[in-house]
């Protein structure tokens, strides 16, 4: 089986002059758990190439088994570093997609009209799709069938407002997650900040936050299993 790994490549924190990208556990995480299960994974993104590292995501304090895997794995480095380009992949191809968090999501593929396009595919042919963290901020533009939010309707998470407030970037981000989801229509719910929790709806897979990357991946193996 094959799964398709989309990676934000927008580096730029807002204008604050600080760096961004993708979160490392939310990448690592899901693809240990997906490899180790003998499932083929490709790894793109909208430049193609290697995508950036949010820095944050580098400091002792975030890492876990998954990032210390990931940081002793130069196979994985190498291929992370030759992502292929967005507009050169299809839903046809793969059998699931999942979107890594990381506050580079909220700027590029929130309004990239091949991710936009992609998970409608994805949608369409009834293959499931899963996003971690800011992740979900991916779904801000994509309809369903029926001309609706794709989200609409549907239970759904994400990284809460008290999560950004407590990382001090609520007014650096474009637009809260939390209140964009909910503004679409989603039956949003949430945790106490910083646990795990994950939400299936369908096809449609959301967690909260980096501590539910892992959990995410775990619904999207079963859901693909089945």
Known sequence: MKVLFVLTSHDKLGDTGHKTGFWIEEFAAPYYVLSDADIDITLASPAGGKPPVDPSSEAPGAQTEATNRFNDDKDLQEKLSK??????????????????GGHGPLWDLTNNEDSIRLIESFAKQ??????VCHAPAVFAKVKGGDGEPLVKGKNV????NTEEEAVKLTDVVPFLLEDKLKELGGNYSKVEDWQPHIVRDGILITGQNPASSEGAAEELLKLMTI
């Open 126 to 131: 009834k293959k499931p799709i899963a996003a």
């Open 157 to 160: 998470t994400g990284f809460t």
């Open 83 to 100: 992502t292929v380009k967005l507009s050169e992949v299809k839903a046809d191809d793969f059998d699931a997609v999942f979107y890594p």
